[in-house]
């Protein structure tokens, strides 16, 4: 029997918890499993590795590559060193006049301070070998990863929002909001969403894997900043349309910043929103973070899905899914026959 290929889309904390589902069902269902990450990541270690070197933001691409990594004792310690991020004073927290020294250097945050490692390792690889594709193969093979990880275009984006009471002085105004990370923690209601370059191209191994998937996975997940920017693209957002695989939504545990406002039934509204030809197959959810199912039930059968019910979070009551329930709901899942 040939491996189930799964394609998952996504970004961040979501689709690393997604990915390590996945891996925890992958060898009972065959699994060739293929992580398509966003692109847009400006915050953090991300954000100045790309603004000071350009290039793709390695943030979420690392988790991925982590997520995926394999059980060797020494590939688990390389993985455990890609997640490494180092200590010391970011220039935002060093107070002026704190040093003494004329020099000017002198008075500079420590450098590497609050980068991952493996932000650092995926920045060199991409300017050694010239391709992030052929980069992220390198550090795949380095982490003996079970899957590969793609970015959704080889250029990186940026994200944009139009938001009504981002200032909470003007709960009625409608303003842009710019870079995935405002976008993200903006306290106010999410209207419209963007990508610049409106029209970026898409990754041709990525749509080489959605071409010939049996499955595609969307969220959990940021749905703004992380889930729905794949929809965004227009090679991607044609590539998943016209794909002949089911396709399977899991939606988050709880409400984010960005999503404050939005019922569950409403995340999937939101995909409707942004890609009215995607139709999909099942809607998984945790049946707790759903309450009431029906509104939920009617939102899947809108996008011509059937809703799911399974226990996925973690059992400390923090709104976090655990992989290896997730992976035991996905089973029966990925598993059934058309």
């Not at 990508?195 to 191994?205: D, K, R, S, V």
Request: proline share 7%.
């Amino acid at each position: 029997m040939t491996a189930r290929r799964v394609v998952a889309f996504g970004g961040g904390h979501g689709l690393s918890a997604s990915l390590r589902a996945l891996r925890h069902c992958a060898p009972e269902l065959d699994l060739d499993i293929t992580a398509v990450v966003t692109v847009g990541d400006d915050g953090g270690s991300s954000g100045r590795l790309r603004a000071e070197r350009g290039g793709l933001p390695p943030g979420d691409l690392r988790q991925a590559l982590v997520a995926l990594a394999g059980d060797h004792p020494a590939t688990r310690r390389s993985a455990g060193l890609f997640q490494h991020r180092f200590a010391g004073a970011l220039a935002a927290d060093v107070p002026q006049g704190s040093v003494t020294d004329p020099n000017p250097a002198a008075a500079r945050a420590d450098g590497l301070a609050g980068h991952a490692v493996g932000n650092l390792v995926l920045c060199g690889l991409m300017e050694l070998l010239g391709d992030p594709v052929a980069a992220l193969e390198h550090a795949g093979a380095m982490l003996g990863t079970v899957g590969r990880v793609l970015p959704m275009s080889r250029q990186p984006v940026d994200i944009e929002a139009r938001v009504r009471g981002a200032d909470p002085a003007a709960p009625d105004e409608v303003c842009t909001v710019r870079g995935q990370h405002q976008v993200a923690v903006t306290t106010g209601r999410v209207e419209s969403l963007r990508l610049t370059p409106a029209a970026p191209a898409a990754c041709a191994e990525a749509l080489a894997a959605i071409g010939a998937a049996d499955w595609l996975i969307f969220g959990p997940g940021s749905w703004y900043t992380s889930v729905l920017p794949h929809l965004l693209v227009p090679q991607l957002a044609d590539a998943i349309v016209s794909s002949s695989a089911r396709r399977l939504v899991t939606l988050n545990l709880a409400a984010e910043k960005e999503t404050l406002g939005l019922s569950v039934a409403d995340h999937l509204a939101a995909l409707h929103w942004y890609l009215p030809e995607l139709k999909v197959d099942l809607v998984l959810a945790d049946a707790k973070a759903v309450g009431d199912p029906e509104p939920v039930e009617r939102a899947a059968e809108s996008l011509g899905a059937r809703l799911v019910l399974a226990p996925v979070a973690v059992t400390d009551g923090t709104p976090r899914h655990d992989p290896a329930a997730l992976g035991a709901a996905l089973v029966p899942v990925l598993g059934a026959d058309r």
